[in-house]
């Protein structure tokens, strides 16, 4: 591990100042991906920012009849709040499908949305991988690329994006709040926070440098059947090869965004109008375009049948309830 210096924080503003008076600083809270990266070389901060002072730590009701979950909240409170349980829930299986009870005791809001690909190559650092070392190429494309994008990539970069909460969150329509070093404050859908690699896909995130998460807001309840259906290569604590979180309604309508596929959570709304005629029609939609790869040709097929199984569940639950 490199050298680095560091300092606590103890409001949003002073982090995010702190940020850009400092290049190559890193905020830092559970830390649970950032000390890996650190460890590996792969993350290289000259200076590094605790935040846990900064008292984001709390899950407030909106105005608008949704939740406001602070920037440091642990997977673990979000996922057991009782409020989440009951009206986000496909919200809480996500957390919950996600890691291990230690990893979401430490793991918090924000360092959920900023974890960084588990692409093998971006971790070998013998590899080219733009990603992790602008211009250098990208030593997976042609090579083994199973567990990698199928959507939404592009001739720089076939990693994906490894979460399962944002997932979720990008079903249910949150924004992502945010404070930058001169004060002034923004609200990013999570349609927009991250972003395809195009030519530049170290730059993950919609934010700017010094730019600092607050919180993550949730709309009022959509009401309906939450599921979150997670398909791995083994039954506990590994990373998505497909997921689907899914809100359905009795009617049959519904929304759905897809892990494990993409640099970001995959959501299509224009295809969600398909709902109602099955699942085939929802995934022909919302994979138009795809370019598979040899070794991931079979995540296609696997969205289609992840997404029917997500939808029987929640008809299955309709009728249970």
Request: proline share 6%; charged share 20%; with cysteine.
């Amino acid at each position: 591990m490199k050298p680095f210096t560091y300092e606590r924080a103890t409001t949003p503003a002073d982090a995010a100042r702190a940020a850009l008076r400092t290049p190559g600083a890193k905020f830092i809270a559970g830390g649970t991906n950032l000390l890996d990266l650190m460890k590996l070389e792969i993350e290289v901060p000259r200076h590094l920012i605790d935040v846990n002072g900064t008292g984001l730590d709390r899950i407030e009701a909106t105005p608008q009849g949704g939740l406001r979950i602070g920037a440091l909240v642990s997977n673990t409170d979000c996922a057991s709040d009782a409020r989440v349980r009951r009206d986000y829930a496909v919200l809480s299986r996500a957390i919950v499908a996600g890691a291990s009870g230690q990893l979401r005791n430490k793991a918090t809001t924000a360092g959920n949305l900023l974890q960084r690909t588990r692409c093998p190559y971006f971790y070998d650092t013998n590899q080219a991988c733009n990603k992790r070392r602008p211009g250098s190429g990208c030593a997976a494309i042609g090579g083994y690329s199973r567990q990698l994008a199928v959507i939404g990539s592009s001739e720089a970069c076939i990693a994906t994006y490894p979460g399962d909460m944002a997932v979720a969150l990008r079903v249910l329509d949150a924004t992502v709040e945010t404070v930058k070093a001169d004060g002034t404050t923004r609200a990013i859908p999570m349609a927009e926070f991250h972003r395809l690699p195009g030519t530049t896909p170290h730059v993950e995130t919609a934010l700017v440098p010094g730019e600092f998460i607050t919180a993550v807001t949730l709309p009022a309840p959509l009401g309906g059947q939450h599921v979150y259906r997670k398909v791995r290569d083994r039954a506990s604590y590994a990373f998505a090869l497909v997921s689907v979180a899914a809100v359905i309604q009795p009617d049959g309508r519904g929304r759905a965004a897809i892990g494990g596929i993409a640099h970001k959570p995959w959501r299509v709304e224009a295809a969600e109008a398909a709902m109602p005629r099955g699942s085939k029609a929802v995934a022909d939609h919302m994979l138009a375009g795809a370019r598979p790869t040899r070794d991931n040709a079979f995540k296609v097929p696997l969205v289609e049948r992840t997404l029917a199984a997500a939808m029987a569940e929640a008809k299955a639950g309709k009728a249970a309830a």
